[in-house]
């Protein structure tokens, strides 16, 4: 009989208050419940804390809270939460949103199944604030099409993976025994990214094309996946954002990680140089626009001063 891997979930908050108590009954809810609770509190100024130290007291399973000093910002509060892990399987999780009661049971269960598996992400259904759902998942918003998941299944991930958020980090879980290629996490990627990435480029990471919990938007949603512009257009957007150093600490990453990733890092290396091409033919085609606008600007001028009547 196939034993079942224990279970951390590592959960950062910043001015949690008004959803979090859901998204903590939802832990209880589960058909298998986590084994530990590792909360990272961004130092924030609400009842955050208060909330989860109550809810400490009664919780059916090993509750640890930590406060940072002062505000640390996203990425450096998760790397300490992950860290404080000390389970098997870690899945993060957000504060605002409400995870389905079979989750863990079943993206545990596939991970156990699959021994060479790195980690496991799954779908996510869009909700409201009032979790009302919005009518699409989060592949469905982030493009996450059937050719993209094959690739994705026949081990070709990093096409995919580097031009679009496809893995929601709340979404995910990874074995613990991948912390030292995935921390430190990078300052120039989102940790979802990153994550997904790197858990990729160390073997492979799995798919359950199911909506396993409700991904809730709100005024204060820092990613969110409300639907505002086309897919395609927000994925050109954030490939010309990004800088070199965004490949360069991914590169940087994969020489520690427990295999040859000479493809990897070859594919990270171009694209790479791919977006440094893009911006640079974005700046050059500004220097452009800006001449030719100087150029019929003073043209215009000249015109008209050449118009104009000689005084006697």
């Given at each position: 009989?196939?034993?079942?891997?224990?279970?951390?979930?590592?959960?950062?908050?910043?001015?949690?208050?008004?959803?979090?108590?859901?998204?903590?009954?939802?832990?209880?809810?589960?058909?298998?419940?986590?084994?530990?609770?590792?909360?990272?509190?961004d130092a924030s100024s609400d009842a955050t804390a208060e909330i989860?130290?109550?809810?400490?007291?009664?919780?059916?399973?090993?509750?640890?809270?930590?406060?940072?000093?002062?505000?640390?910002?996203?990425?450096?509060?998760?790397?300490?939460?992950?860290?404080?892990?000390?389970?098997?399987?870690?899945?993060?999780?957000?504060?605002?949103?409400?995870?389905?009661?079979?989750?863990?049971?079943?993206?545990?269960?596939?991970l156990a199944a699959a021994p060479g598996a790195t980690g496991v992400?799954?779908?996510?259904?869009?909700?409201?604030?009032?979790?009302?759902?919005?009518?699409?998942?989060?592949?469905?918003?982030?493009?996450?099409?059937?050719?993209?998941?094959?690739?994705?299944?026949?081990?070709?991930?990093?096409?995919?993976?580097?031009?679009?958020?496809?893995?929601?980090?709340?979404?995910?879980?990874?074995?613990?025994?991948?912390?030292?290629?995935l921390l430190p996490l990078s300052a120039h990627w989102g940790q979802?990214?990153?994550?997904?990435?790197?858990?990729?480029?160390?073997?492979?990471?799995?798919?359950?094309?199911?909506?396993?919990?409700?991904?809730?938007?709100?005024?204060?949603?820092?990613?969110?996946?409300?639907?505002?512009?086309?897919?395609?257009?927000?994925?050109?957007?954030?490939?010309?954002?990004?800088?070199?150093?965004?490949?360069?600490?991914?590169?940087?990453?994969?020489?520690?990680?427990?295999?040859?990733?000479?493809?990897?890092?070859?594919?990270?290396?171009?694209?790479?140089?791919?977006?440094?091409?893009?911006?640079?033919?974005?700046?050059?085609?500004?220097?452009?626009?800006?001449?030719?606008?100087?150029?019929?600007?003073?043209?215009?001028?000249?015109?008209?001063?050449?118009?104009?009547?000689?005084?006697?």
């Amino acid at each position: 009989m196939m034993s079942e891997p224990s279970i951390s979930i590592a959960m950062c908050v910043y001015n949690g208050e008004r959803y979090i108590r859901q998204q903590l009954d939802s832990f209880v809810a589960q058909t298998r419940r986590p084994d530990e609770l590792v909360v990272c509190d961004d130092a924030s100024s609400d009842a955050t804390a208060e909330i989860v130290a109550e809810f400490a007291r009664t919780a059916p399973f090993d509750v640890r809270l930590w406060t940072q000093p002062s505000n640390v910002g996203r990425i450096a509060n998760f790397e300490k939460a992950i860290s404080l892990c000390t389970k098997e399987l870690i899945f993060l999780s957000d504060a605002d949103d409400v995870w389905h009661a079979g989750k863990l049971d079943s993206m545990s269960r596939v991970l156990a199944a699959a021994p060479g598996a790195t980690g496991v992400f799954c779908d996510a259904e869009i909700v409201d604030a009032a979790l009302k759902p919005l009518g699409y998942s989060h592949f469905d918003h982030r493009g996450f099409t059937p050719r993209m998941q094959l690739q994705l299944r026949n081990g070709d991930a990093f096409e995919p993976l580097l031009g679009s958020r496809i893995v929601q980090g709340a979404a995910l879980a990874f074995r613990a025994s991948c912390r030292p290629t995935l921390l430190p996490l990078s300052a120039h990627w989102g940790q979802d990214s990153w994550i997904a990435v790197l858990l990729a480029a160390s073997g492979d990471l799995l798919c359950v094309n199911d909506n396993l919990m409700s991904y809730r938007q709100h005024d204060a949603n820092l990613v969110g996946a409300m639907r505002r512009r086309p897919a395609r257009l927000e994925r050109l957007a954030r490939k010309l954002r990004h800088p070199r150093s965004h490949y360069r600490d991914a590169l940087k990453a994969t020489m520690y990680a427990g295999r040859q990733l000479d493809d990897l890092q070859e594919r990270l290396a171009r694209q790479g140089e791919l977006v440094h091409s893009a911006r640079l033919r974005e700046a050059m085609d500004r220097r452009r626009w800006r001449l030719k606008r100087r150029r019929f600007v003073i043209g215009t001028l000249l015109t008209i001063l050449g118009d104009r009547p000689q005084a006697a």
